[in-house]
C-alpha cells in the first residue's frame, strides 16, 4: 500500500477536514504498559501523523495479559516494540521513540508536541508529568488516567474535564496497591477514553 492509498482510505472514513487535522497532529504517550501501548495504537488506527512514545521498560511476559505486545516481542525495548506493531498498523504514521525514564530534566523531549497522554504506572511519575507539564508547557493538552483496577464495572471508567487543558480518565478511584491486579478490558476501557479525548481534542470537539 502507497502512502497515498493509506491516505485516502482514512480520508474515506473520517473525512477530508478531520483526517487533515489528524495527519498533522502529533501527540506523546508516556508509558507504553497497558494504557500506552493501547492508546498508541487507537491513535495510529485513527491516522494521526505523529506519535512520540516514551518508555524505558523492556517487554516482559507479565506484560502479555494486558498489553499489546506478542511473545516475539519478548526482551525488546517497549519503545521499539510498539514501532514495530504501529508500522503493521499504520506503515506511514511518524513514529519517534524515545526510550528513557521521563522526568524533569529531559521533560524537554515532549516540547514538539501538542498533547500529552500520561500513562505511568507509577503515582509519583504520573504527578510529575501532570504538575511539570502545567507548569511549563501550559499550551499543551494533557489527557492522564486514574483508576482503573480490579474487577469493577466499566461504567465507573469516565472522562472528566479538571482544567483549561487537563483531562481524567478512569474511575479516580481504585488503585492496583488497593485491587491486587489490573485486568485487560478495563485498562482498555480506560486505554479508550484517553484516546477518545485526544482525538476530540484534535477535531476541536472539546468540553466547556
Known sequence: MTREEWYNTLQQ????DLQQKFSSSCVTVCGLGGLGSNVAIS???????????IDFDKVDASNLH????????LGMCKTEAMKQTLAEIAPYCE???HTVKLTEEN?????????????????????????EVAE????KYMVAASGMSGMYTGNTILTKKLGKRLYICGDGANDVADD??????????????QANTVLRIIAGKLEV
Do not use: W
Open 107 to 131: 521533560l524537554s523531549i515532549i516540547a514538539d508536541c501538542d498533547i500529552v497522554c500520561e500513562c505511568f504506572d507509577n503515582a509519583e511519575c504520573k504527578a510529575m508529568l501532570v504538575n
Open 66 to 73: 494486558r498489553q499489546q505486545y506478542a511473545v516475539s516481542q
Open 180 to 193: 491486587g491486579t489490573l485486568f485487560a478490558p478495563r485498562v482498555m476501557l480506560c486505554a479508550a477514553h
Open 136 to 139: 511549563r508547557y501550559p499550551e
Open 95 to 97: 513514529v519517534v521513540t
Open 13 to 16: 472514513r473520517n473525512g477530508a
Open 43 to 53: 491513535l495510529a488506527r485513527a491516522g494521526v501523523g505523529t506519535i512520540h512514545l
